[in-house]
Each structure stands twice: as C-alpha cells, then as structure tokens.
C-alpha cells in the first residue's frame, strides 16, 4: 500500500474480507477484474457470469462501493458502471499478473474452461507448446503415495533406458519446469532424490508404505539465492536496457531457488554451460555468482 494507505494497481489491498460469504466474496473480486481490465461492468454481467438475480446484482454492486468507495462511478446514459480516474484494485485477483495468465490460457487452450473472469480482451496469440503424454491414473497413484508417505513401482524410460525399467519411488512432490511435469522422488534403486519425468512413467503400483523422506532431501530443501545480471560483455546502454527490463535493483536481481530445481532454472534463462557460447546479445542475462551456483549443481 501508498503511504495514504490506498493500493497501488500492483499491490491490491485485499486477499478478502474477514465474514463476507465466499459466494458474495468471489462476485467482489469479479467487479473489481472487470473495472480494471474492462473498465466498465453492468448489472448483466454478474447475472450472466453467476446465474443470480438482478436485485443480488444490485446488492453486489452497493456492497463493492462500500468497499472500494470512489472507484466505480454511473454512466446513465450508457446504464454501466464505469472505473473512475482514481481507480485502486482491492483484490490481488485484478492483479496485471493474473490478467496476462488469464490471457495465455485463452491463446493456448482456448477450449478449456478456467473459469477466468475475462470480458472483452484483446486479440493473443502465444507460441504452441508440444504436449507431452500424461496418464490421469498414474498421476493419481503418485498423489496418494505422497499424500500417504507411501511408495509405487514404476517402470521408468529413459534415454538411457528407453525400453524401461523397474523403479521403486517414494514420491514426495511435483516439479514443473516451466515445459514439463515431473515427480521429486527417493529412488530406491539409486538410493538418492531424483527428478522422473511424469511422461515417462509408463506404469504405477501401490507398493506399499514407506517412511516420511522429504525432509531427508537436502537439495530440495536448500533454498539458494542466485544473483543475476545484465551481460557484463554487453554495451553499457545494453546493460541498462536488459537492468529496466527485469526491474534490476544495483544492477542486480536476487531470486530465491530451490537448489533440486536450479538446473531449471538456469536453462530457462539461457545460463547453463551448454547455452554459453552464445553472443552476449543473445544471453543478455549473467550469473554474477556463477562458481558457486555452479558447484550446486546436481549431477
């Protein structure tokens, strides 16, 4: 919040207030996503969207200017409720964050139903992911060994193994890496913590219960702070450029990571030893801890 306690359009004032109805508390937040995002919202809108009735429209209407009072405002002639200049967010789900998520799922899976509170949007587009194959009922085998601290045979391919292979897992969370789901598991064959990638499970059996592990696993339990910079072979205006674009503070970005998940992490952004051959152009970005996030790698 500003020092004149309102919320900035970053920083929503409230998560939800304390006795409302979630029913009531869920037509708020969708008044206060179209006022920001569309900038105007009518009774018709939360009628159609939640199948209630007019006068519980109304009511919703009344209840969010006592809530937000000064940031909606009666167009007569047009018969909508439009934001005001001095519109202020009071739910993080207006947020610019969600809104863009909200965005990408209409241009990825236009399909699916998210249940997102988009109105009018503008056209998008994003770039096809590749799906990858993912069985619902293997899933479901390694969510109940986790939620039961218990274990599952599996038979596991790999590059190394593309025929497969029998595995006894104790899983205990899930990974996504931003392109891929996988499962964090104790590998009973290893005798180690391992990343097994979900599409890649072919098969999953209850194997009965194990002990609690996920407190055994360092690497997953370590949070590391990775220290990012613009390339320092960059031109000092490129480096300024690259510092706006990832709101740098000092020229820096501190991100805090798991250390089982920093492969990932440094893939993602171009940082691995692999990628490093590339013009800095084309990196852009540079660990300014290298050595050691390096050393933490897991093999």
Known sequence: MTNDSKPTDDQPASKGRQGARWGQERRLEFID????????????????????????????????????????????????????????????????????????????????????????HSPVAGVPRLGRRLDANIVGEILRAIRECGSVEVTYQSMSDPEGGERKLTPHALVHDGYRWHVRAYCHKREDFRDFSLSRIRNAQNAGPDQE???????????????????????????????????????????????????????????????????????????????????????
């Open 33 to 120: 996503y179209r006022l920001r995002w569309d900038g105007q919202i009518n009774r018709s809108s939360l009628t159609d969207f939640f199948g209630i009735s007019v006068p519980q429209a109304s009511l919703d209407l009344t209840e969010y200017a006592q809530l937000a009072p000064g940031n909606l405002e009666y167009d007569m002639r047009a018969r909508v409720y439009r934001a005001t200049g001095s519109f202020h967010s009071v739910f993080e789900a207006s947020s610019l964050e969600r809104y863009l998520e909200d965005l990408l799922r209409v241009a990825v899976q236009p399909e699916v139903p998210y249940g997102s509170f988009l109105g009018w």
């Open 213 to 299: 592990r996920s407190s055994m696993d360092i690497a997953w339990n370590r949070t590391v702070e990775v220290v990012i910079i613009a390339h320092p072979d960059l031109r000092p205006a490129q480096r300024r450029l690259i510092e706006s674009d990832y709101a740098m503070m000092n020229g820096e970005i501190h991100v805090a990571c798991r250390q089982a998940l920093l492969h990932y992490m440094l893939f993602q952004l171009n940082l691995t030893d692999a990628q490093a051959g590339q013009r800095p152009e084309a990196l852009q970005l540079a660990l300014k801890n290298r050595d050691e996030i390096l050393s933490l790698l897991q093999p």
